[in-house]
């Protein structure tokens, strides 16, 4: 393989800058040309794309965002764009053989349909919200778990002054991890996660009610994104448990800041791993941490995988919480 590709795609994570860097620079050491694509696939449509050198990605490791931006694109999803993102990748002035996309499941799908016609991909997992079934871990989720700690320690310390009770709505789109870790690093009273049904209104009403009589007077309960409605539940926390009460929505603060050292170098190694595999002309391939081991699925595989909530992690929760 002569000319690779490199993208980002979906919603930016803090690490994405690492792992290009980390693409580029393995692919430069080994001869081989890359291509840097703008704006995932929409810039592939569009041809929007820029040779990188090992020095083009310097100075990048430790900024959030993704120095190449993302996009979603719909027209890569019907098969006339996806034609003419086949044309920019065989267009004389690329020649591009094969593309790293670093994104979620929804850019490893478009991944696999280039695969399929002729263009080897490696997915490697780039999304704050840890919700890759394949992969234990992925870019950006540290860095948002520890954004979203500091967040509401700095809440805490008002809602503790007040002895108010603040309900906080998590980004993570259906996936409670980053609700139910951040949660518990945060001493929450109650966590509300979609993997873990019950009556929310009830469970968090109980259990503010119950720490109460312990003369707790300031109360913090995450809900996770895919739960919503933290206003209405604020609302009736304070009719119920008689403790003012106030929703607040972290949003997309949680996408920025500087990658920690976690994501620095998971997603250096992923970036690494991605173009050893195109190198040797594999593709259709996604880079994944499995028990702190890199490794590689069929991306078929990999998309077909069942999640499992950490229901001991939720447990310790509901034990500590009181
Ligand atoms: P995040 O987890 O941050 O949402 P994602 O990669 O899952 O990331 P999506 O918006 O689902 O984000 O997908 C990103 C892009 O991947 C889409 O805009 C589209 O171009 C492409 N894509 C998504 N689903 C498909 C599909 N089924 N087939 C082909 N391409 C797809």
């Not at 393995?26 to 592939?44: D, R």
């Not at 994104?103 to 991909?121: H, M, Q, T, Y």
């Not at 690494?272 to 069929?298: F, P, S």
């Amino acid at each position: 393989m002569k000319t690779i590709g490199v993208l980002t795609s979906g919603g930016d994570a803090p690490g994405m800058n690492a792992a290009i860097r980390a693409v580029v620079r393995t692919a430069c050491e080994n001869g081989i040309k890359v291509f840097g694509i703008n704006e995932g696939y929409k810039g592939l449509i569009e041809g929007n794309l820029q040779e990188l050198n090992i020095r083009s990605v310097s100075d990048i490791i430790h900024r959030g965002g993704t120095m190449l931006h993302s996009a979603r694109c719909r027209e890569f999803q019907e098969e006339a764009g996806m034609q003419k993102a086949l044309e920019t990748c065989g267009n004389k002035e690329y020649g591009i053989e094969g593309i790293v996309v670093i994104g979620g499941d929804g850019s490893f799908r478009g991944a696999r349909d280039l695969s399929l016609r002729g263009i080897p991909c490696i997915g490697i997992p780039g999304t704050i919200d840890n919700d890759i079934v394949s992969s234990d871990y992925t870019i950006g989720y540290d860095t948002c778990l520890n954004t979203v700690m500091q967040m509401v320690d700095r809440v805490r310390d008002t809602v503790e002054s007040h002895s108010r009770c603040i309900v906080v709505e998590v980004m993570g789109n259906k996936c409670g991890d980053l609700t139910l870790n951040a949660g518990i690093a945060v001493g929450a009273t109650a966590i509300v996660i979609p993997e873990i049904q019950s009556d929310i209104e009830k469970h968090v009403i109980e259990r503010i009610k119950r720490t109460q009589t312990t003369d707790k007077k300031h109360f913090i309960v995450m809900v996770a994104e895919g739960i919503g409605g933290v206003e209405e539940l604020a609302r009736k926390i304070e009719k119920e448990c008689k403790v003012e009460s106030r929703a607040v929505i972290l949003g997309h603060v949680q996408r920025g800041g500087s990658p920690t050292v976690r994501d620095r170098v998971v997603a250096s190694q992923m970036g690494y791993k991605a173009v050893q595999l195109l190198m040797q002309g594999i593709g259709n391939r996604v880079v994944v941490q499995k028990d702190d081991h890199i490794i590689d699925y069929d991306i078929y595989e990999a998309l077909s995988m069942d999640r499992k909530v950490n229901s001991e992690l939720y447990k310790i929760a509901h034990e500590i919480s009181i």
